[in-house]
C-alpha cells in the first residue's frame, strides 16, 4: 500500500483490486491532513506494484462496490479544518462512479441525506447501502434506520427506502448471499455489536441471524463481509491482551 489507512474503500473489479480514501492521522483526530490522497489498484495476478488513478476527493467512511466494469462510491465523511483546529469531520451525500476503460469519473443521483460510517453492496444491477449516520461538523449526529436500494438500469438513478429497522448501527459490513442481505457487527449507542441481521429480499422484512463470534470489546466492529462460492465469509480484528 502507498501508506498505512483506515476507514478506505476497498472492492475487487476483474484482476484488479481497487482502494480508494481513508483516514491516515491518529485515531479520533481528523482534519485535511488525515485524509489519504490515494486511488490505486494492483492486479491480483501479478505481485507487488499499486498503479494510481485519478483522485476525486477526500473522504473517509464511505461505502465502494464494483458492478459491470465501474466502480461506485456513495457517501462518506470529509475534514476541512486545518491541522491543529477542531474537526468538522461532516457526512456527505455524494455518489461517483469511475470508469476504468476511460479514466473518468462521473456522477449519480446522491444519497437522500449525507450518510457515512455505513456499507454498500452491488448486486444484479442494484446497489444497496445500508447502517451509518448523519454527522455535521464533528457531532449532531443523526443515525439512519433506513437503509437504501438504487436501480443502476434507471437514468437518473433513483434512491429508494429499505424497510425500517429497529436497531442502529455504524461501521457495519454487509453481503448478499442468495436472497439475503446481511449486515454484520458494527457500533450503536451501546458499543461494539456481534449482532448480525438479515433482510430476506423476497419479502423485505429483516430478522436476526446467529451473531458473529467475535472476540474481546471490538466484537464485529469495523468487519468486512464478502459472498464467497454463495457462502457468506465475514472477518473483524479481535485481539488477545497479553
Not at 438513478?157 to 429497522?165: F, G, N, Q, S
Not at 459490513?173 to 448480525?196: E, P, R, W, Y
Not at 433482510?199 to 430478522?207: P, V, Y
Request: hydrophobic share 35%; with cysteine.
Amino acid at each position: 500500500m502507498p501508506e498505512p489507512i483506515t476507514s478506505f474503500g476497498a472492492c475487487r473489479l476483474g484482476k484488479y483490486l481497487y482502494v480508494y480514501g481513508g483516514h491516515t492521522g491518529e485515531a479520533h483526530v481528523y482534519s485535511e491532513k488525515t485524509h489519504s490522497l490515494h486511488f490505486v489498484r494492483t492486479d491480483l495476478s501479478k505481485a507487488g506494484k499499486w498503479e494510481k488513478l485519478p483522485f476525486k476527493r477526500p473522504l473517509q467512511g464511505f461505502g465502494m462496490a464494483a458492478h459491470r466494469g465501474k466502480v461506485y462510491l456513495a457517501g462518506g465523511s470529509q475534514a476541512t479544518n486545518p491541522e491543529g483546529e477542531k474537526s468538522n469531520l461532516s457526512s456527505v451525500a455524494e455518489v461517483s462512479v469511475y470508469d476504468p476503460a476511460s479514466g473518468e469519473w462521473g456522477q449519480l443521483t446522491p444519497l437522500p441525506e449525507p450518510r457515512s460510517s455505513h456499507e454498500m453492496v452491488a448486486h444484479k444491477g442494484k446497489l444497496y447501502v445500508v447502517g451509518g449516520w448523519n454527522m455535521q461538523e464533528g457531532k449532531g449526529v443523526d443515525w439512519h434506520r433506513h437503509g437504501l436500494v438504487a436501480d443502476l438500469k434507471d437514468d437518473p438513478v433513483e434512491w429508494k427506502r429499505l424497510p425500517e429497522t429497529e436497531w442502529k448501527v455504524r461501521a457495519n459490513s454487509a453481503a448478499i448471499v442468495g436472497n439475503s442481505l446481511f449486515v454484520i457487527g458494527g457500533l450503536d449507542d451501546n458499543g461494539t455489536s456481534n449482532a448480525v441481521r438479515r433482510l430476506s429480499l423476497k419479502n423485505m422484512k429483516w430478522s436476526e441471524a446467529a451473531p458473529f463470534p467475535g472476540l474481546n470489546r471490538l466484537k464485529a466492529f469495523g468487519s468486512a463481509a464478502c459472498n464467497l462460492d454463495g457462502q457468506l465469509l465475514a472477518c473483524a480484528f479481535s485481539y488477545q491482551p497479553r
